[in-house]
């Protein structure tokens, strides 16, 4: 309890100082994948807040990221990160089991991403993202999407990747190789009518594990095309 008052002290002083906006996310998914590698068969949950400092600066979990430009509203909108990667039991999992999929070491990553929007609603668009991993070999990776509406509010993105050889090993196996690590194609439904100022996202999303080697290094074992179901919701408490 006294936890508990202290964190609600501090999230009150820090309000008063400084523009902080929480948020309470929740998300629902039918596997945990990394990159179109499956680390956890069974359905899983999370739950948990995020903070965001003068409408810029966003701390989620174990990650951290700024971000400029609406993207409601802006052509081009940039964000500049870090997040923390493990492979790690999910919060809440039906069945849980350590196997050869989620034998990977945790590890510190940063990212750049770029995104340019236009057309009806700002709704067309394409993105890169640039990974930099700094913990286990210090090797990077790229990735490339493109996305548009399909349905009112439903869009429809298509992603593909590029690394180093150091970088797909530590996703694929030992065993992996450089170059096209994953492709995906994602649909994703917004849901903008939750009670108390809320959001709520549910889609699918189909992965591709790309080059023989990938598809056969030591946490895949053949198992190159899988695809997840989720569900996520977000809440503005602040």
């Known amino acids: 309890m006294k936890n508990l008052i202290a964190l609600l002290f501090l999230v009150i002083s820090l309000n008063s100082l400084a ?12 596997q945990s994948i990394f990159r179109g590698a499956v680390t956890y068969s069974k359905p899983s949950a999370m739950l948990g807040p995020s ?6 600066i966003v701390l989620a979990g174990p990650n951290i990221f700024f971000k400029a ?6 052509s081009v909108t940039y964000k500049i990160g870090v ?5 790690n039991v999910p919060m809440f999992v039906s069945e849980s089991k350590n196997d050869f999929k989620n034998q990977r070491r945790n590890t510190i990553e940063s990212y750049a991403e770029a995104s340019y929007r236009f057309g009806w609603r700002n709704k067309f668009g394409f993105s890169t993202e640039l990974m930099k991993e700094w ?35 530590y996703i694929y196996g030992p065993s ?55 569900f996520r919701i977000i809440w ?3």
Do not use: C
């Open 19 to 30: 523009s902080v906006k929480i948020t309470l996310f929740g998300m629902g998914q039918s």
């Open 51 to 56: 903070f965001t400092f003068f409408d810029s």
């Open 69 to 74: 430009g609406d993207r409601n509203k802006d």
């Open 83 to 87: 997040r923390y990667i493990d492979d």
């Open 135 to 169: 913990k286990r070999h210090k090797k990077s990776m790229a990735t490339f999407s493109a996305f548009a509406p399909i349905l009112p509010f439903t869009s429809l993105k298509g992603t593909i990747s590029l690394a180093q050889k150091e970088m797909n090993q």
């Open 176 to 230: 992996g190789t450089s170059g096209v690590g994953f492709s995906s194609l994602n649909i994703n439904t917004v849901i903008p009518f939750v009670p108390w100022e809320g959001i709520a996202m549910l889609g699918a999303t189909q992965y591709w594990i790309n080059k023989e080697a990938n598809q056969n290094a030591e946490y895949i074992r053949g198992d190159d095309k899988n695809m997840n179901f989720y």
């Open 236 to 238: 503005n408490v602040l």
